[in-house]
């Protein structure tokens, strides 16, 4: 440490001195490696690629496209999901640059890692090779690059931390960026435009292409002060229109096409009796987690269980004869207490201590919980929570048979995306 700092007085007061080795020592940077360009080699086509290109002429003007990105630096490509643009405008580049024996490096740029990896390897599909071969990836603990590599994938993210040290003329051996989902503005992704914009003063090759859906692309062109725009939207013929449906929309859904399979899976379950086996014990210790925590995570364990394994929802833990209802009284949880009635949990199995759900919630003053019992008492049935702080499997199972049994919705072209946030 002396090495580093050395303490000296001035006027009184205690300065830091830096030593000559802090001086000149340099942050570690990662390693992208920027190889010199080079052409590509000619390789035959797989099947896969071949109908990849067959695809891509179907509905866009390939030699327009290239035309606008050797026109102009930077190049904004718009198009929907169903374009596939991290793999459609690499391919392309790459057809050409061997037809033409022109240098080609290209980094494609993707929001996460996982996005990264599996483009990459999606790429090295079509090219009927392994990642580490013509495509590479460079992430955190995946990296696969060689010397006959010309188009690597990785993030805005880990890009930025290999220029570090680096001047805007180490981007010259680049000869394409392709950076992904632009229209989001992810900060890292917005820095790096930043970069390239720099780049573009010192190395007057350079092609930026910027991958959009659905955004003001003049205001990328302002950025950069130049640029040209290609919306795939206008040549491509009839697209899929998309269509947003939020647990609302869904449940409304559900509930007109009069399909209400989530119920009939907790019919019938084989009953588990109360002596000791291996699914009994697994059973009580979900039970046992769930009694000592009390958390959305606890009862996660026991509902995996039943709607997986097909354990009965009115299972009663070995020794204290407790069901996952009456714990969930125990905590006046009215979301659990709903979900696990809907499921067809019986709020009068007694316990160990003659005491049940009913008489838990009466005992102990918890009203809530007892409005829920006494309305399922008479009328047999209750309405789960419009938005669970769990899983919701049975939204799950109703999805499924709503797209499977109804004529609206025809095979293929259905996209569906079931996010839900947790908190313990």
Known sequence: MSSLVLHTTVFGRDELKLSAEFIGLKIPSLHVPMVAVRPPAPRLKSTKHRQFLL???????????????????????????????????????????????????????????IIASYNSKRLADFLDENVGETVGIEVPQHNSVSSGTHIVFTTANYFLRSLINKSPRSLNNISHFVVND??????????????????????????????????????????????????????????????????????????????????EIYKNRPKIFRNKSMINEELDKCLQVYEELGTNASIRLFLYSVNYEFSPINYQHSFTGKTAINIAVQFNNVNHLRLLLFMGASPYLMDNQHENAMSIASARGYTECLDILNNYSRHGFVYKNAKPEFVDYDVIIDIIYLLCAKTDYPSGKIFSNIVYYFQA
């Not at 910027?210 to 003049?218: M, T, V």
């Open 55 to 113: 695809k891509i002429a179907s509905f866009l003007c390939v030699s327009d496209i290239l035309t606008s990105i050797y026109s102009h630096r930077v190049y904004v490509f718009k198009a929907d999901l169903h374009a596939d643009k991290s793999l459609l405008l690499p391919i392309i580049i790459l057809e050409d640059s061997e037809l033409k024996k022109s240098n080609l490096k290209i980094i494609c740029i993707e929001k996460g890692n």
């Open 182 to 263: 632009v229209h989001l503005h992810d900060p890292y992704t917005d820095i790096l435009l930043s970069e390239l914009k720099k780049s573009l003063i010192v190395n007057q090759n350079l092609r930026i292409i910027l991958l959009a859906q659905g955004c003001d692309s003049q205001q990328f062109i302002t950025f950069f002060g130049e640029g040209a725009e290609f919306s795939a939207n206008q040549s491509a013929g009839p697209l899929l229109n998309l269509q947003i449906s939020y647990i609302e929309d869904i449940q409304s859904r559900i509930n007109r096409a009069k399909i209400y399979k989530g119920l």
